[in-house]
T-cell receptor
Framework: KAGVTQTPRYLIKTRGQQVTLSCSPI?????VSWYQQTPGQGLQFLFE???????NKGNFPGRFSGRQFSNSRSEMNVSTLELGDSALYLC???????????FGSGTRLTVV | QKEVEQNSGPLSVPEGAIASLNCTYSDRGSQSFFWYRQYSGKSPELIMS????GDKEDGRFTAQLNKASQYVSLLIRDSQPSDSATYLCAGGPSLRAGGTSYGKLTFGQGTILTVHP
């Protein structure tokens, strides 16, 4: 059974650019959540999607957005990148909004 | 005040000893609690979940929850060098449908555990 797949694994972007990260959940999982992990702030909740709708959002600026498709795959987008956006972005999926997550391997974003 | 706080560590224990990891939370609305293990350069991996007061055992791991004291702990018995990792405590909402904070976990900063041979 395939796990949660995140692409790309590594990304280097320049300040001011935008980036799109992709997450394919475990087959049959309908809930996808996104987290940002940094050494200073730890793991912080970005947003959660279920049935193509954003159900919950963390305390991040509007530059961070996401969406979920009918096949439950999700993307998150960060516009106007800042140096502080450098982080590991983790996607997690669960069957039905219960928070028994399985995390993907993450996308390591570096903003230079 | 952080919503979920873990004993700062790092924690170093000899092989075969009991490692004790602690976590307190401030949101009394938190009803579900989780311990994740994260190896360096890897993503978090769920090792225990606990929803009711008391102890829950799974192999060498025991999670303890005391909602009155807002305290969660993880004991690792017979610690092995392979247990060396960062352990993350997380609190979540009630698993009843309809909770507004559903789908969101609040994580502590993590405790680095080193088990030395």
């Amino acid at each position: 059974k395939a796990g949660v797949t995140q692409t790309p694994r590594y990304l280097i972007k320049t300040r001011g650019q935008q980036v799109t990260l992709s997450c394919s959940p475990i087959s049959g999982h309908r809930s996808v959540s996104w987290y940002q992990q940094t050494p200073g702030q730890g793991l912080q909740f970005l947003f959660e999607y279920f049935s193509e709708t954003q159900r919950n959002k963390g305390n991040f600026p509007g530059r961070f957005s996401g969406r979920q498709f009918s096949n439950s795959r999700s993307e998150m987008n960060v516009s106007t990148l800042e140096l502080g956006d450098s982080a590991l972005y983790l996607c997690a999926s669960s069957l039905d909004r219960a928070t028994l997550y399985t995390f993907g391997s993450g996308t390591r974003l570096t903003v230079v | 005040q952080k919503e979920v706080e873990q004993n700062s560590g790092p924690l170093s224990v000899p092989e075969g000893a009991i490692a004790s990891l602690n976590c307190t939370y401030s949101d009394r609305g938190s009803q579900s609690f989780f311990w994740y293990r994260q190896y360096s350069g890897k993503s978090p991996e769920l090792i225990m979940s606990i929803y009711s007061n008391g102890d829950k055992e799974d192999g060498r791991f025991t999670a303890q929850l005391n909602k009155a004291s807002q305290y969660v702990s993880l004991l690792i018995r017979d610690s092995q060098p392979s247990d060396s990792a960062t352990y993350l405590c997380a609190g979540g909402p009630s698993l009843r449908a309809g909770g507004t904070s559903y789908g969101k976990l609040t994580f502590g900063q993590g405790t680095i555990l080193t088990v030395h041979p």
